[in-house]
């Protein structure tokens, strides 16, 4: 079987897309890939879904710290619609997510540029929350997702009293 001439190749463009849950949650490439697919299916219909024919090409989460990154391919005409069906993705495996296109281009190279390579600073720390010491998760621009009986609630350092330590160079004392 031959190859197709470069003018009847499919042109492809690539999503560089960041995806955001709670801490210490597990997502797969798979289930990824499978919301994507539901969520254009739910959007598009059958026909509209094949025409973006969006996949996963790569795909990395840090289940620690709730964050990944994903590239997705989509067809070049099909641009506008895949990103919003990338939109109406809402949960993975029953998790609830947020995904942000941080950028589209041609090549798989040249999109890795959008991707964060999940470097945001995180720690672990301690606050109080309606009166009681919670451990909690720092996030991006100061949210923390903070542990409760039921799960995580989200807040910012506005919203709860942050309890610093002391480093290792300093005494309690001083």
């Known amino acids: 079987m031959r190859a197709l001439p470069k003018h009847l190749r499919p042109r492809w463009r690539y999503l560089g ?3 955001e849950t709670w801490p210490e949650v597990a997502i797969d ?10 969520a254009a299916r739910g959007l598009l219909g059958d026909p509209g879904s094949a025409d973006c024919d ?32 990338l939109a109406c993705v809402d949960s993975v495996s ?16 040249a ?9 945001e600073p995180n720690g672990e720390t301690t606050v ?5 010491e919670r451990p909690a998760v720092r996030g991006r621009a100061g949210r923390l997702d903070v542990r409760t009986d039921e799960g995580f609630v989200g807040a ?3 919203d ?15």
């Open 29 to 38: 490439r798979r289930a990824f890939q499978r919301a994507i697919w539901d």
């Open 156 to 158: 910012t350092e506005l």
């Open 54 to 85: 969006l996949t996963v090409m790569r795909f990395r989460f840090e289940g620690a710290i709730g964050r990944g990154e994903a590239i997705v391919r989509v067809r070049r005409e099909e641009r506008t619609r895949g990103r919003a069906a």
């Open 128 to 132: 109080r929350l309606s009166g009681v």
């Open 17 to 19: 897309v960041a995806v």
């Open 111 to 119: 999109c890795e540029r959008y991707l964060t390579h999940c470097a």
């Open 160 to 174: 709860v009293d942050v309890e610093t330590e002391p480093s290792d160079g300093e005494s309690e004392n001083e």
């Open 94 to 109: 029953g998790h609830p997510v947020g995904l942000a296109v941080r950028g589209t281009s041609g090549t798989i190279r």
